[in-house]
């Protein structure tokens, strides 16, 4: 099937979405309508005449209202599209929908670990607990070269995890518990069979807390070097090396067994996204969501302000009331959030998203949520809380991707989907992150960083196929197989902790 000139997302829209490039004077016949200005592909076309004021709807669904008369034919963006407020209707539980489960779950390869979760890796981490101990955190890590490694096949790697964090904030504020509960997440991480905190000593992240908080853990594999204890930079260094080679031989002992897809918890994330994302990569990775809800594991969608405006199409797929109530409870505070630090949550779409033909946080959100499929949602957790739900479920994080990814693997989550229309180069710390293109352009331009396309939908590939394309993809990299991110050595510089407190 050859490249359609458009697409009509759903018989009330406002707007249609052009397909490639459309120049002024090109008949759009089945619609009635002419194109009447240069056109970008993602971008969309008003289907008819809309007056100042109007509501204007893709999906059937409010992404804005109109700034100007626009006529039919005209080219809908910022410059005549901007937000507004309108009544959503949450009604709450109105469209659960409780997927049938697969009598014989898909299974993979993972690492089974004593307390009974399963990774999808087999790595050491050596964790800073504040920013000052960045440097020995790094050279540690780096002094395990693949050379260094070969006596222990079964590990991937020895990964450093420094952040810009721990100190110059109130020790019992909302920001150290966030960030402890960050690096909790991280060392109960299924992922890694050793870990390794890096702390300088004076800091207000001390170590011996974290420690407390993490409890019970395999002997030998969770340990920890403070760098004015040892005597400063070279000794800290030293220590942290011995103290990892001392991890390497039980870490080898692990060997990938067969598991069910039913202890997978899979991050749904976005970054770079276009016109086409809530058409292709998005609501195809919301059917890749629905068949893993139906084998039995957990999806998690994030970004909070990249839900707002689409926030009722979840509150309606909550199985409980409560569970709709902290959603809209993390919304409202989000709205406060904003105001106290003079932003707004239209200001997310970026420069490239609307450069990809999205106009407002409305349109963008409408499109995020796709990624949740149809399941019922059956729990909201706060950013890095610990996942326990199966099924679909959402945690309140920023939309910048190395921070909502850096949550949801704190949670739990052994591997993350991400799409990306304007081909965002992303990889998470430790745990896997498959690339999914929005469009066979980008898949084709950026295959370096690309690991599946969906972008063939347009062209006639049937939906089902992508999401079973995309469960596949999980399934292979669940079980070892490399993404590209992991290839190319990102994720050390992608753990990023929340930052939410006042630096003082």
């Not at 409305?362 to 499929?373: D, I, R």
């Not at 990299?477 to 939410?500: Q, T």
Request: hydrophobic share 40%; aromatic share 6%; with cysteine.
């Amino acid at each position: 099937m050859s490249q359609p000139l458009y697409i009509r997302l759903h018989a009330n829209d406002d707007v249609l979405i052009a397909a490639q490039q459309l120049v002024p004077g090109t008949a759009i016949a089945a619609e009635n309508v002419t194109v009447r200005d240069m056109i970008p592909p993602g971008h969309k076309i008003a289907a008819h005449d809309l007056k100042t004021g109007d509501a204007v709807r893709r999906y059937n669904q409010i992404i804005g209202f109109a700034k100007a008369d626009v006529a039919a034919g005209q080219h809908v963006h910022a410059h005549n599209l901007g937000m507004g407020e309108f009544e959503r209707d949450y009604g709450i539980g109105q469209d659960v929908h409780e997927l049938p489960k697969v009598a014989n779950p898909a299974t993979f390869m993972g690492y089974k670990r004593p307390n009974g979760k399963v990774g999808t890796r087999n790595y050491i981490a050596v964790i800073s607990s504040v920013n000052c101990s960045a440097t020995v955190t790094r050279a540690i890590a780096s002094h395990f070269s693949r050379e260094k490694l070969a006596a222990f096949p079964n590990v991937d790697g020895v990964i450093a995890l420094p952040h810009p964090e721990g100190c110059g904030i109130n020790t019992s504020g909302e920001g150290m518990e966030m960030l402890r509960r960050t690096m909790v997440g991280f060392a109960k991480h299924p992922n890694f069979a050793g870990v390794l905190f890096v702390g300088l000593g004076c800091e207000q992240n001390q170590i011996a807390p974290l420690i407390e908080m993490i409890g019970q853990h395999e002997p030998g594999m969770l340990e920890h070097v403070i760098m004015q204890v040892e005597g400063g930079t070279t000794a800290a260094i030293k220590k942290g090396i011995a103290l990892v080679e001392g991890m390497l031989p039980k870490a080898n002992q692990y060997r990938r067994e067969e598991a069910s897809v039913g202890n997978l918890i899979i991050g749904l994330n976005c970054g770079g996204s276009d016109g086409y994302s809530g058409i292709t990569a998005n609501p195809a990775l919301g059917g890749a969501s629905d068949l893993l809800v139906a084998h039995g594991a957990t999806t998690v969608l994030s970004e909070t302000p990249e839900i707002y405006g689409a926030e009722h199409l979840l509150t309606r797929r909550a199985a409980k009331p409560e569970i709709a109530q902290k959603l809209i409870d993390r919304i409202a505070w989000w709205k406060d959030y904003c105001a106290r630090t003079g932003g707004e949550l239209d200001n997310n779409p970026s420069v490239g998203n609307k450069a990809g033909g999205l106009t407002t946080i409305l349109e963008k959100s409408l499109g995020a949520v796709a990624k949740g499929g149809t399941s019922s949602l059956n729990g909201v957790y706060r950013f890095a809380e610990p996942i326990d739900a199966k099924g679909f479920v959402f945690m309140d994080t920023p939309g910048y991707d190395p921070v909502s990814a850096t949550g949801q693997a704190a949670g739990g989550a052994q591997i993350i989907c991400f799409t990306t229309g304007r081909g965002s180069a992303f990889g998470c710390a430790g745990v896997p992150t498959i690339k999914l293109a929005t469009n066979t352009m980008l898949y084709e331009r950026m295959r370096d960083d690309m690991d599946v396309n969906c972008g063939d939908l347009i062209t006639g590939t049937p939906m089902a196929e992508i999401s079973q394309r995309i469960f596949d993809a999980i399934i292979r990299h669940a079980s070892g197989e490399k993404v590209r991110s992991e290839i190319l050595g990102y994720g050390n510089d992608e753990f990023l902790p929340w930052r939410i407190s006042a630096v003082m």
